[in-house]
């Protein structure tokens, strides 16, 4: 069987969309269809539905999609094999994980393997928490990082790398006091990170659940917006620690006295069925010697 078919086929499924896949594949829409329309005559059932809302995978195809990765897993393996044999280590691995992490963590290990691994081109997307799931499980992305109080629950395979502490943070003109409680934080503004985040979700929760008359909570997409509001005193918030180190050092935001805070655990996800390159390899080894240098 021509793999391609089934290569067009799990992609259309991942991305519900012709014109997705096409543009994943580097394809034309019409041959992304002609591949479906000759596997599905070949194997004699319908495999996607074709809706005014979309494309949707049928029963058959559900079946399918786990023998086609298989297949399309094997292919890869064997190519890389050959590139191996002739002494080749080469690939682009997509990872998908937290703002912060991609802008205070990530360009590092880039960097590193820049020098360890010049011929592995890594692309970072940043993302939350369900949007990382449904990439990595529709093969969108090689793996994923999370940054969560604790493991998501999923059937993706994990590996836990570390933690980042969590650290409340406020003006630096606001003067210290005394330690604040969860129900004095509740009644001071607040700014967070949009709803989906976990940690910045389980903040919200605390606060909700001290029963006190609450100050305004204001959710953003950026952590970048969130300190420059935080530094003008327009309220406090809760991040990674090394989200705010360099305003903290410079001064321009402060350390708030308040309630411990659970270190968020950052682990990998990587689809369970999907063939594990040497290029995946060598960007979790240089993930893992990041949160544990004596991983060397």
């Given amino acids: 069987m021509d793999t391609r078919l089934l290569r067009s086929f799990v992609a259309v499924a991942r991305a519900s969309s012709f014109t997705d896949a096409a543009l994943e594949l580097g394809y034309t829409q019409s041959t992304v269809t002609g591949h479906v329309q000759k596997l599905e005559r070949q194997l004699g059932v319908r495999l996607l539905d074709r809706l005014p809302g979309g ?3 049928t029963d058959a195809g559900a079946r399918l999609i786990p023998d086609a990765e298989e297949i399309l897993a094997t292919e890869e393996r064997l190519t890389t094999v050959n590139r191996q044999g002739r002494g080749e280590l080469a690939g682009t691995v997509r990872v998908m994980a937290p703002e912060s992490l991609c802008t205070y963590r990530l360009p590092a290990v880039v960097s590193a393997l820049r020098d360890t691994a010049p011929t ?3 692309w970072l997307t940043p993302g939350g928490i369900d949007q990382t799931l ?7 992305v090689d793996l994923a990082l999370t940054m969560e109080p604790g493991l998501p629950v999923s059937d993706l395979e994990a590996e836990r790398l570390g933690n980042e502490p969590l650290v409340l943070v406020t003006s630096a003109a606001e003067r210290p006091g005394a330690r604040l ?15 989906g985040c976990g940690y910045s979700d389980d903040v919200a929760a605390r606060l909700s659940g001290t029963g006190q008359p609450t100050g305004r909570r204001s959710h953003f997409g950026s952590i970048e917006a969130i300190k420059r509001c935080v ?3 327009l309220g406090w918030t809760a991040l990674p620690a090394i989200a705010a180190s360099d305003q903290i050092e410079s001064g321009a935001l402060r350390l708030l006295e308040g309630p411990p805070l659970p270190d968020c655990e950052v682990h990998t996800l990587t689809h369970p069925r999907r063939y ?5 390899a060598v960007v979790l080894d240089q993930l893992r010697q990041t949160w544990n240098p004596r991983s060397r």
């Avoid at 990439?135 to 969108?140: D, L, M, S, W």
């Avoid at 409680?181 to 709803?195: H, M």
């Avoid at 594990?276 to 995946?280: C, E, I, L, Y």
């Fill in 231 to 233: 530094a003008v005193g």
């Fill in 55 to 57: 494309v949707r995978v």
């Fill in 181 to 195: 409680s969860w129900a004095d934080l509740a009644r001071r503004d607040a700014l967070l990170i949009e709803e």
């Fill in 120 to 122: 592995v081109d890594v």
């Fill in 276 to 280: 594990r390159s040497p290029a995946v």
């Fill in 134 to 140: 449904d990439a990595v499980k529709r093969g969108n």
